[in-house]
């Protein structure tokens, strides 16, 4: 997201005497500027009034709504727009959530800055962007964009912290940040979390409920018991995954070793010291921690882990074992690019590219933007 290559398309304007909007009692303040958004084709410094629509009103004062957030005529803008376009934010929450269902992602971003731009203390807003920001994180991680989703991780949290932070509480907000914090592997965070989403719904009626309010209510004490019985809390589990995931692997390894001296069942754990082994890539030692995950309780349900440990398998000549744990991983996760993707990197390691370019084009049925399977695909293109 660079908000200054969206504000270059938009002009600063006073608006021709006598131009109507569709309210006839709305007076325009002739000294404040009017941003306009250019349309295609247009020449750059060019603008012609006389052909001027309401649409590209609209669309630059969104565009400054999204991403001139320190312009000092943003009310002024906001009274604008809502004049013109009474339904806006209706209009704009329904195209913004059909882009974010359709994983339209650099839309759906604009859509949903645009609409807290328009109303930024509506804390339902915010949660909103939070739980884009974290979908579309998972989505760019799937496809290996790490560095992207570390930053749409870090908008995420910033907006779930906000939307915690309203008043009156917002259960969801509570719940949905549980479980960010569940991915992000904070286990202490998503226990606050989850506490707190329990206790402000401890007294709620089914209606105050809404919809799947029991069920979520079931899936925040599933994960409390979890964290609990895993020990998941213990400091030394927390500095492993944060060591790790900054590459920091050594010291990472060294502090989940010390985990594990006291918590030998916990498949986490395990997976977490493979994982810190497979990015130093000893991938025999990697596969065996793997495999140890899988025996404990739990550790045999994640597709990850099978994902994790068929890369190492790879790596060590066990092309059998590895096909075999991509196909359960497959089975547990059917739409996963990265499992797909492996089993095309499976086969092309056995020397079957015909087999292995099925996998790379179903990766791109599934999502046409992967970079990842596309130059796959162009690398065995030039070698026929």
Not at 65 to 71: G, T, V
Not at 125 to 141: E, K, V
Not at 172 to 200: C, P, T, V
Request: one cysteine or more; glycine letters at 4%; aromatic letters at 10%.
């Amino acid at each position: 997201m660079n908000p200054a290559n969206h504000l270059e398309s938009v002009y600063f304007i006073k608006l021709p005497n006598g131009y109507k909007f569709a309210d006839p009692n709305f007076k325009l303040d002739p000294s404040i500027m009017i941003p306009v958004q250019k349309k295609d084709g247009d020449e750059t410094g060019s603008l012609n009034l006389s052909e001027l629509s309401q649409e590209q009103i609209l669309a630059g004062i969104l565009t400054v709504l999204a991403y001139d957030r320190d312009n000092e005529n943003l009310p002024y803008y906001r009274q604008l727009i809502e004049n013109i376009r009474p339904n806006i934010k209706v209009e704009l929450q329904e195209a913004a959530i059909l882009k974010t269902r359709n994983e339209d992602w650099d839309l759906a971003e604009e859509m949903w800055s645009a609409l807290h731009g328009l109303d930024p203390e509506n804390k339902n807003i915010i949660l909103n962007m939070a739980l884009f920001f974290d979908q579309a994180a998972d989505s760019y991680r799937k496809n290996n964009l790490h560095e992207d989703a570390d930053a749409y991780d870090d908008f995420a949290l910033t907006y779930y912290k906000d939307a915690m932070n309203s008043e009156p509480e917002i259960p969801d907000a509570f719940f949905n940040a549980g479980y960010f914090y569940m991915k992000k592997r904070n286990f202490s965070e998503a226990k606050w979390a989850f506490e707190s989403f329990l206790a402000l719904t401890t007294d709620a009626s089914e209606e105050e409920l809404g919809p799947r309010g029991e069920e979520k209510r079931e899936t925040a004490q599933d994960f409390l018991n979890k964290i609990s019985a895993r020990n998941l809390e213990d400091e030394h589990y927390h500095n492993a995954y944060e060591l790790i995931s900054s590459g920091q692997e050594e010291k990472g390894i060294n502090e989940v070793r010390i985990f594990l001296q006291n918590n030998p069942a916990v498949w986490n754990a395990w997976f977490l010291l493979g994982w810190g082994l497979r990015r130093l890539e000893r991938f025999a030692d990697a596969k065996q921690a793997f495999e140890k995950a899988r025996e404990c309780e739990g550790g045999d349900e994640n597709p990850d882990t099978l994902n994790e440990l068929a890369i190492c398998q790879m790596e060590t000549g066990d092309f059998a074992g590895a096909k075999e744990s991509l196909v359960d991983a497959l089975n547990m996760d059917p739409d996963n690019t990265k499992i797909i993707s492996n089993l095309g990197y499976l086969f092309l390691k056995m020397g079957n590219e015909s087999e292995a370019r099925k996998y790379f084009m179903t990766v791109l049925e599934i999502d046409p933007k992967d970079p990842i399977a596309a130059a796959q695909l162009r690398t065995l293109e030039q070698e026929i």
